[in-house]
């Protein structure tokens, strides 16, 4: 058996957390803005920002999302771009395999 790495093992834990459908809305929203929770809430369609919450600690703890203070104020945003490219890559993949222009064996 392969011997892993930290970073093996990390990589693995960030794709796996990005690749929830809610969460790759969540990067998808943020883009290169920052918000505050209810709004992200009001962008996903959802009623209760509370179920969504869990969502974004689980990006914020893994250091994708980061969050800042105005007041009273708490507003969320990619801790870097590439956060967002790494789900556009992944939607094109996607596409591709879609296509049939990636040949996929599994």
């Known amino acids: 058996m392969p011997e892993y790495t930290k970073q093996d093992s990390r990589t693995a834990t960030i794709l796996s957390s ?36 869990c969502h974004v600690k689980k990006l914020t703890d893994l250091g994708l999302i980061s969050k800042s203070r ?22 094109r993949i996607t596409q591709i395999i879609q ?3 990636l040949l996929v064996t599994w």
């Open 18 to 53: 990005v690749g929830h459908p809610v969460r790759l809305k969540i990067v998808e929203i943020l883009g290169d803005q920052r918000m505050r929770m209810e709004d992200i809430a009001v962008q996903l369609g959802a009623d209760n920002s509370t179920k969504i919450w």
């Open 70 to 91: 105005a007041g009273k104020q708490v507003f969320y945003g990619l801790a870097d771009q590439e956060v967002c490219e790494l789900v556009s890559i992944s939607r």
């Open 99 to 101: 296509n049939g222009s």
